[in-house]
């Protein structure tokens, strides 16, 4: 409910009212924190969010490519990179000295279409008739998949919900594995059976990886034949 009640307002600048207002060790530290990284960045990240909370994901996904595209171009990206990376001095200069520096022009300027138009937008997959039009090389990924299931083809749709519910599998399987490597930790003896549960949920992974990779593969060589 702190954070709640800290970050539930319509701008930065309110934010950082709320985080001054509040005045304890979190609030400052917090306020430090976003006082040390790029105002552009701050800004533009609370807009990001902002729009794509009532966005589809295929909307969020374009967004966020256009927005990334943009940073390309300005300074504050490579002004980091270097302070972290190359440097590792820690004292970047950033483009703006304040957040409150940062107009709401330059924000918007993030969001709207890139330099050469359609082109450099995000690439979803489109439908052609029934199918799918994926490139014709290459084995598709589970991103592939992923992205294909946003849009309406009822057969996508339905091996996406597959691949969740697989992909739910591997999720488990692993907390199993995780959970028998504290426990053997743990123990002041080793337990064999600790040991042959891991392998067996290692295994059960891999099969159930494999199993959606072949699946995959299978349903886009179906749908090229149908092109």
């Not at 040390?36 to 909370?53: H, I």
């Not at 992205?147 to 488990?172: C, F, N, V, Y």
Request: glycine fraction near 6%; charge should be negative.
């Amino acid at each position: 409910e702190h954070i709640d009640d800290v970050f539930s307002a319509d701008s930065v600048e309110e934010i950082i009212a709320n985080l001054e207002q509040d005045g304890g060790d979190w609030a400052t530290q917090t306020l430090d924190k976003l006082r040390q990284v790029s105002p552009l960045s701050v800004k533009v990240t609370f807009e990001l969010l902002k729009r794509g909370a009532n966005l589809s994901i295929a909307d969020a996904l374009t967004m966020e490519f256009r927005v990334a595209q943009h940073m390309m171009e300005g300074k504050d990206f490579f002004e980091g990179v270097r302070s972290v990376l190359i440097d590792r001095d820690n004292k970047p200069t950033w483009a703006h000295e304040s957040i409150e520096a940062v107009t709401s022009d330059e924000v918007e300027a993030f969001f709207q279409e890139p330099v050469g138009g359609g082109k450099f937008e995000l690439q979803l997959p489109t439908e052609r008739g029934d199918s799918i039009a994926f490139p014709p090389a290459g084995q598709p990924n589970r991103q592939d998949l992923l992205a294909a299931t946003l849009l309406h083809g009822e057969e996508w749709q339905a091996l996406g919900r597959k691949m969740e519910a697989s992909m739910s599998a591997i999720e488990a399987a692993r907390e199993r594995d995780l959970a028998a490597d504290e426990a053997a930790f743990r123990s002041s003896t080793p337990q064999t059976d600790q040991a042959d549960d891991t392998a067996t949920s290692r295994k059960g992974v891999q099969t159930v990886a494999g199993d959606i990779d072949k699946e995959i593969l299978a349903f886009k060589q179906q749908q090229l034949a149908r092109q």
